[in-house]
T-cell receptor, first 115, second 113 residues
Framework: DAKTTQPPSMDCAEGRAANLPCNHSTISGNEYVYWYRQIHSQGPQYIIHGLKNNETNEMASLIITEDRKSSTLILPHATLRDTAVYYCIVRASPIRDNYGQNFVFGPGTRLSVLP | DAGVIQSPRHEVTEMGQEVTLRCKPISGHNSLFWYRQTMMRGLELLIYFNNNVPIDDSGMPEDRFSAKMPNASFSTLKIQPSEPRDSAVYFC???????????FGDGTRLSIL
């Protein structure tokens, strides 16, 4: 399994962009990068995922370096409701009947958005 | 759109009792996952099903734990007999396929006294 490394905590001012880094230097060619977050007392929430191209959706943008050894999740205008633990996960996509790897959640980054 | 529905939200029971946690996945999702979250161990995958068939139960801690998925819209996780160390938040998640993003319920907070 490829492992990820994230800073344990970060602060961000409300209204500013939050940039959450993730290191996955041993990522394999068929492994995707997924981001989830968990707001206190709720289940994890899917944010975004990508393979090698940058991705954007209504929640966030995902920037993956060209060598794929690291990525950054960007919340463009952080609000107080974005305070949560953010998990970066790498996981292979199964081919045919291969169910691939399970999602392995590490400790994540605790993001605090400050007023 | 109804998300993943878990019941009960909270359960407090005495050790030795049987505990049954329930999950209704999102309609149309073919994969269902059970996780356990504790402060010490974080979020751990216990078991997952694809098309109602258990695929990987290597995360199930011991024989006291069992999970079933009798149909596409219902799954149970049972602990018998329960022990205080089973106290945790148990999450159910579902996805369209095993490799697709998972959508989680709000969890069941289980306390074994």
């Amino acid at each position: 399994d490829a492992k990820t490394t994230q800073p344990p905590s970060m602060d961000c001012a409300e209204g500013r962009a939050a940039n959450l880094p993730c290191n996955h230097s041993t990522i394999s060619g068929n492994e995707y990068v997924y981001w989830y977050r968990q707001i206190h007392s709720q289940g994890p929430q899917y944010i975004i995922h990508g393979l090698k191209n940058n991705e954007t959706n209504e929640m966030a943008s995902l920037i993956i370096t060209e060598d794929r050894k690291s990525s950054t999740l960007i919340l463009p205008h952080a609000t107080l409701r974005d305070t949560a633990v953010y998990y970066c996960i790498v996981r292979a996509s199964p081919i045919r009947d291969n169910y691939g790897q399970n999602f392995v959640f590490g400790p994540g980054t605790r993001l605090s958005v400050l007023p | 759109d109804a998300g993943v529905i878990q019941s009960p939200r909270h359960e407090v029971t005495e050790m030795g009792q049987e505990v049954t946690l329930r999950c209704k996945p999102i309609s149309g999702h073919n994969s269902l996952f059970w996780y356990r979250q504790t402060m010490m161990r974080g979020l751990e995958l216990l078991i997952y099903f694809n098309n109602n068939v258990p695929i990987d139960d290597s995360g199930m801690p011991e024989d006291r734990f069992s999970a079933k998925m009798p149909n596409a819209s219902f799954s149970t996780l049972k602990i018998q007999p329960s022990e205080p160390r089973d106290s945790a938040v148990y999450f159910c998640a579902s996805s369209l396929a095993p490799n697709q993003p998972q959508h989680f319920g709000d969890g069941t907070r289980l306390s074994i006294l």
